[in-house]
């Protein structure tokens, strides 16, 4: 992928998805222990990039990302807890998912997506991504907080996280899906089979 298609499908996937987390999605919020908790649609979009891309764009992509989600209204947190956890989502899951590829300023040999990011692999794979890539980005922002002073304690973080991490797997079905298609039509490759899917279903 050439790097300004790449960075333009960043920048569309991930301001589209701040701007549906901070005005569409609150309205629907559901309410565990006086908080109003809803997918985290921006943090999956950053997974998607993991994946589609290479570890050190999708870190980057993970702290920028991130720092607007910290200062998008209604914040009510310090700033800085977002872009660190979802910096740690980026490099994690780069380093998981491209353990096995040459990881390269492309994403891939040649500059060409990766194959799993081209569709081939399954949607329950890319599903078991996302959620491993939720757990670790709301542990990382609940134990930030915890240790800034800035939220509550354990037991009450525990029952949001879990329910953040399954609203975040069900979003996953059509966010990283999604999110894959466009860098693959930014890279000139077909869109993910999932993607494709999803299209026609709908």
């Not at 005005?23 to 649609?41: I, S």
């Not at 998912?97 to 390269?104: C, K, L, S, Y």
């Not at 329910?163 to 797997?169: F, P, R, T």
Request: glycine fraction near 12%.
């Amino acid at each position: 992928m050439n790097r300004r298609g790449r960075l333009i499908a960043t920048l569309v996937a991930v301001l589209a998805a701040l701007l549906l987390q901070v005005t569409v999605l609150p309205l629907f919020a559901w309410d565990v222990g006086g908080l109003g908790v809803v997918p985290d649609v921006v943090l999956l979009v950053v997974v998607a990039t993991a994946v589609a891309t290479d570890t050190r764009f999708a870190t980057l992509t993970g702290f920028w990302a991130g720092l607007l989600l910290d200062i998008a209204p209604p914040a009510d947190h310090l700033a800085g807890r977002w872009a660190l956890a979802l910096m740690v989502v980026g490099y994690v899951v780069g380093r998981l998912v491209h353990d096995h590829a040459a990881d390269g300023p492309g994403g891939a040999v040649g500059g060409r997506l990766p194959a799993y990011a081209r569709g081939r692999t399954p949607l329950p794979l890319a599903l078991a991504t996302a959620a491993g890539g939720s757990f670790v980005g709301l542990s990382v922002f609940a134990l930030s907080g915890l240790l800034l002073g800035d939220s509550g304690s354990v037991g009450d973080l525990l029952p949001v996280t879990l329910v953040g991490l399954l609203l975040d797997v069900v979003a996953a079905v059509l966010v990283v899906p999604a999110t894959l298609g466009l860098h693959a039509r930014a890279a000139g490759e077909r869109p993910p089979r999932s993607a494709q899917r999803m299209r026609v279903r709908a």
